[in-house]
Antibody
Framework: EVQLLESGGDLVQPGGSLRLSCAAS????????MSWVRQAPGKGLEWVSS????????YYTDSVKGRFTISRDNSKNTVYLQMNSLRAEDTAVYYC?????????????????WGQGTTVSVSS | QSALTQPRSVSGSPGQSVTISCTGT?????????VSWYQHHPGKAPKVMIY???KRPSGVPDRFSGSKSGNTASLTISGLQAEDEADYYC??????????FGGGTKLTVL
């Protein structure tokens, strides 16, 4: 069964750091781009970042550039999101998602497997 | 990277059809055939219902269909069922290796 399991969410003070992890199973992990998508309380889904299957290419939404870093360890079938200089507006449930296509380095076509999410709260 | 525009809510009775619109610009929805739709029950993982405008992943009922005209994409659900009640989000490639979601539409099955 194809599965994604996020972890690492926590309550953190503004300006603090957190690293999220997403463990994948049931598919050839290195063949797929992976993404992080978040949902703030009462708001819609927002794309945060994506990484190619090899890890050689990374992409970010403007509001997190310079603060967040996406990475992956294909030997551990895990993708990470390092979040620094956290702000109150980063408070959200963070979902990990798999690219629907094995032939692209960016999730142009869509994301077909999602985790249950991990909650990040930024507050003093 | 402005969010795509969706109606906040739609509703329909069991057995009826509903259509959810998703309006963007020529830089996202209108510029690429890379629109996907997601069903999200609160507290659960989102589920892809449509990708590449009109393709259905295996396991998704053919009651769900997608289309696009100009800068507006649409998701149509026919033969509404109680379990279809959820939030629905459209999503589009927006160029320069970015993705944009719609604001979401709450579907109520009356």
């Amino acid at each position: 069964e194809v599965q994604l399991l996020e972890s690492g969410g926590d309550l953190v003070q503004p300006g603090g750091s957190l690293r999220l992890s997403c463990a994948a199973s049931g598919f050839t992990f290195s063949n797929y781009a992976m993404s992080w998508v978040r949902q703030a309380p009462g708001k819609g889904l927002e794309w945060v970042s994506s990484i190619s299957g090899s890890g050689g290419s990374t992409y970010y939404t403007d509001s997190v550039k310079g603060r967040f870093t996406i990475s992956r360890d294909n030997s551990k079938n895990t993708v990470y999101l390092q979040m620094n200089s956290l702000r109150a507006e980063d408070t959200a449930v963070y979902y990990c998602a798999k690219d629907i296509s094995s032939n692209s380095f960016f999730p142009y076509y869509g994301m077909d497997v999602w985790g249950q999410g991990t909650t990040v709260s930024v507050s003093s | 990277q402005s969010a795509l525009t969706q109606p906040r809510s739609v509703s329909g009775s069991p057995g009826q059809s509903v259509t959810i619109s998703c309006t963007g610009t020529s830089s996202d929805v209108g510029g690429y055939n890379y629109v996907s739709w997601y069903q999200h029950h609160p507290g659960k993982a989102p589920k892809v219902m449509i990708y590449e405008v009109s393709k259905r992943p295996s396991g998704v009922p053919d009651r769900f269909s997608g289309s696009k005209s100009g800068n507006t994409a649409s998701l149509t659900i026919s033969g509404l069922q109680a379990e279809d009640e959820a939030d629905y989000y459209c999503c589009s490639y927006a160029g320069s290796y970015t993705v944009v979601f719609g604001g979401g539409t709450k579907l109520t099955v009356l």
